[in-house]
């Protein structure tokens, strides 16, 4: 048990040390700082708002809070995989190191999302105050989903990240494939509109589960669908131990890869 605790105070420390080291890389020398992180989905909540809201209009409520909180979700989950699947080829330094525990990469990659996510909440609240919406108490359950869309992100990283070590068009790959599901993930319109009769096929996209759970939470005041989180939950508890016996058994590759 002492050992145990010991291990877990090692990791947690790596974890809080590579962090900032992956925050302070990120912005290095940088006039904006952490302001970048924020710079892009704003620039495409802009594009949304002109088009649809002035060009093509759609009659929905608090629309800029809406496709606000969908961006915020999508960003960390597209930046996360994006960084997860380089980060061997960029560590290779930290990779031939001893007794590096390399299995904590993509979880590194991960958490810095979500620091990232958490840092851009203040802005979130502030178009929710603009819109006139209000949170409730449902606002506790706001953790639950950060950690259920962290889990499955690290489960899709540790994947991604030991396949590209092999196949360095992954990443190239990884990019078609994440435009396309970002259309078909409710980011800019509501799921009410997808037809009936694709709706079955179109909620396979674990991210329509988790997206529409944030909205529900902050938009509506609601409890968030807890069937469909748990059945993304039961999915998540597959691929990431999936992920990770991919990850451990090319880890002993990596080296000669690089």
Same mark, same amino acid.
């Given at each position: 048990?002492?050992?145990?605790? $010991?291990?877990? #105070?090692?990791?947690? #420390?790596?974890?809080?040390? /590579?962090?900032?080291?992956?925050? $302070? ?21 802009? +594009? ?17 809070? %809406? ?9 960390? %989950? ?11 080829? #960029? ?6 190191? &001893? ?15 979500? +620091? ?42 540790? /994947? ?10 992954? $990443? ?6 994440? $435009?396309?599901? %970002? ?8 799921? !009410?509109?997808? &037809? ?23 938009? #509506?005041?609601? !409890? ?35």
């Amino acid at each position: 048990m002492y050992r145990f605790g $010991q291990r877990f #105070d090692y990791f947690q #420390d790596l974890l809080y040390t /590579l962090i900032s080291r992956e925050m $302070q890389l990120l912005y290095k020398r940088s006039a904006l700082g952490i302001a970048w992180t924020l710079l892009n989905p704003l620039l495409q909540l802009a +594009v949304f708002v002109f088009v649809f809201q002035l060009i093509l209009p759609i009659d929905m409520p608090h629309y800029t809070s %809406f496709v606000f909180t969908g961006l915020l979700v999508w960003t960390w %989950f597209q930046n996360s995989l994006f960084q997860a699947t380089g980060v061997i080829i #960029d560590s290779a330094a930290l990779i031939r190191q &001893p007794g590096f525990p390399i299995t904590v990469l993509p979880v590194v990659i991960t958490a810095t999302g979500l +620091v990232h996510f958490v840092l851009a909440l203040p802005v979130l609240i502030v178009f929710l105050m603009l819109d006139g919406v209000h949170l409730t108490p449902y606002v506790m359950f706001l953790p639950v989903l950060q950690l259920l869309q962290m889990v499955f992100t690290v489960g899709l990283a540790y /994947l991604l990240a030991a396949l590209n070590v092999s196949f360095r068009d992954v $990443q190239h790959t990884l990019g078609v494939v994440l $435009q396309l599901l %970002f259309y078909v993930t409710p980011i800019f319109y509501n799921i !009410s509109n997808v &037809p009936s009769r694709y709706k079955i096929l179109y909620e396979l996209n674990p991210l329509v589960h988790i997206v529409t759970g944030y909205r529900a939470i902050l938009l #509506d005041g609601a !409890s968030p669908n807890w069937h469909s989180l748990l059945l993304l939950g039961l999915f998540t508890a597959v691929t990431l131990p999936f992920g990770y016996k991919i990850f451990k058994r090319q880890s002993f590759r990596f080296v000669e890869e690089l």
